[in-house]
């Protein structure tokens, strides 16, 4: 099978760790965030060994803050070639691997500890060599700051350019039933389709983070779009034994979309970002037992004004307290 796929925390940093330490001759590695002890020490045998290791690492959050310091001074010292994320996009959100030029990592966790253990996180590794080089020219662009153009007829979901249109028209040709795996839903097209889906008669399942995990500037906006969908009649629930931290999107029991993604207009528009449509009966297979037991496990989000207002009200005592120290 030319992809597999791979769902924390259950199968933990294992398949990652295994990939690397396959590597013979290359890792091309683009990353929003790395800070996993076991990862570093992977990446350094691999660089002992021979291998060509080559690390982009996003500079800083959208907030400013300045990111991966531990992780570039490691690699430095040990002699591993790193370097910030193209600087023309805000922040690059991405998260792949490319091994030996031959098989490709594209998924939504971080390499962090808690990525591993904690949080409901997916990646697809990929032979298919179309894609496999594909993620190769882009990590190659912008390595020497240079521009990329998506392939066409692509399976493979880029940002900023034509995530949104995408991913649209994968909702749009859902018939059935749709599961959602988000962390934020502050796109108002995204949403708009989301909604008729519903409307047309399709089953729709939404997950997401509880609103208060939000800055306190954009609490309100996405309380709305959350309370646009729940009116009507989408479920939108919360996972309570995992934190979610998951893109993914799954249609018909059929089809999916699994990578970096968030449904938001800042990851389609200004961030470097990449996602994978796949349709393989034992990927989508696996991943429809996940999201149903997830459904099952999560509990309804509450979007009432009043959790509204005790929200906004732990931001201010929460802003207070910054202010005092």
């Given at each position: 099978?030319?992809?597999s796929?791979?769902?924390?925390?259950?199968?933990?940093?294992?398949?990652?760790?295994?990939?690397?330490?396959?590597?013979?001759?290359?890792?091309?590695?683009?990353?929003?965030?790395?800070?996993?002890?076991?990862?570093?020490?992977?990446?350094?045998?691999?660089?002992?060994?021979?291998?060509?290791?080559?690390?982009?690492?996003?500079?800083?959050?959208?907030?400013?803050?300045?990111?991966?310091?531990?992780?570039?001074?490691?690699?430095?010292?040990?002699?591993?070639?790193?370097?910030?994320?193209?600087?023309?996009?805000?922040?690059?959100?991405?998260?792949?691997?490319?091994?030996?030029?031959?098989?490709?990592?594209?998924?939504?966790l971080?390499?962090?500890?808690?990525?591993?253990t904690?949080?409901?996180?997916?990646?697809?590794?990929?032979?298919?060599?179309?894609?496999?080089?594909?993620?190769?020219?882009?990590?190659?662009?912008?390595?020497?700051?240079?521009?990329?153009?998506?392939?066409?007829?692509?399976?493979?979901?880029?940002?900023?350019?034509?995530?949104?249109?995408?991913?649209?028209?994968?909702?749009?040709?859902?018939?059935?039933?749709?599961?959602?795996?988000?962390?934020?839903?502050?796109?108002?097209?995204?949403?708009?389709?989301?909604?008729?889906?519903?409307?047309?008669?399709?089953?729709v399942?939404?997950?997401?983070?509880?609103?208060?995990?939000?800055?306190?500037?954009?609490?309100?906006?996405g309380?709305?779009?959350?309370?646009?969908m729940?009116?009507?009649?989408?479920?939108?629930?919360?996972?309570?034994?995992?934190?979610?931290?998951?893109?993914?999107?799954?249609?018909?029991?059929?089809?999916?979309?699994?990578?970096?993604?968030?449904?938001?207009?800042?990851?389609?528009?200004?961030r470097?970002?990449?996602?994978?449509?796949?349709?393989?009966?034992?990927?989508?297979?696996?991943?429809?037992?996940?999201?149903?037991?997830?459904?099952?496990?999560?509990?309804?989000?509450?979007?009432?004004?009043?959790?509204?207002?005790?929200?906004?009200?732990?931001?201010?005592?929460?802003?207070?307290?910054?202010?005092?120290?």
């Open positions: 099978m030319s992809r796929l791979i769902v924390l925390p259950n199968d933990t940093a294992t398949p990652i760790l295994e990939a690397i330490s396959s590597a013979t001759t290359s890792l091309r590695i683009k990353l929003f965030s790395l800070s996993d002890p076991m990862i570093l020490r992977a990446l350094m045998r691999a660089h002992k060994k021979g291998v060509q290791v080559r690390v982009m690492l996003n500079r800083a959050r959208r907030s400013g803050e300045v990111q991966n310091v531990g992780a570039r001074r490691v690699l430095a010292g040990a002699g591993i070639d790193v370097i910030d994320t193209n600087p023309v996009y805000d922040v690059t959100h991405e998260k792949s691997m490319v091994i030996d030029n031959t098989a490709a990592l594209i998924g939504s971080n390499w962090e500890p808690e990525n591993f904690q949080t409901r996180d997916y990646a697809v590794l990929t032979r298919n060599q179309d894609e496999v080089d594909e993620v190769i020219a882009c990590f190659d662009a912008d390595w020497s700051r240079q521009s990329f153009e998506p392939w066409k007829d692509s399976r493979l979901i880029w940002c900023p350019d034509g995530g949104r249109e995408h991913i649209a028209k994968f909702i749009d040709g859902a018939k059935k039933s749709l599961y959602v795996q988000n962390e934020r839903y502050q796109d108002t097209l995204i949403v708009e389709h989301l909604v008729r889906a519903k409307l047309r008669g399709v089953k399942h939404v997950m997401t983070r509880p609103a208060h995990s939000l800055r306190s500037e954009k609490l309100v906006e309380i709305g779009d959350l309370k646009i729940e009116d009507v009649g989408i479920g939108i629930r919360r996972l309570k034994h995992l934190r979610l931290h998951a893109k993914m999107l799954l249609a018909d029991h059929s089809r999916a979309i699994i990578g970096s993604i968030n449904l938001t207009s800042g990851s389609f528009d200004k470097r970002e990449l996602a994978i449509e796949v349709k393989e009966k034992e990927i989508v297979g696996r991943l429809l037992d996940v999201v149903e037991d997830d459904w099952g496990r999560a509990h309804p989000l509450d979007l009432s004004e009043e959790a509204l207002r005790n929200d906004l009200e732990k931001h201010k005592k929460l802003q207070a307290v910054k202010g005092e120290n």
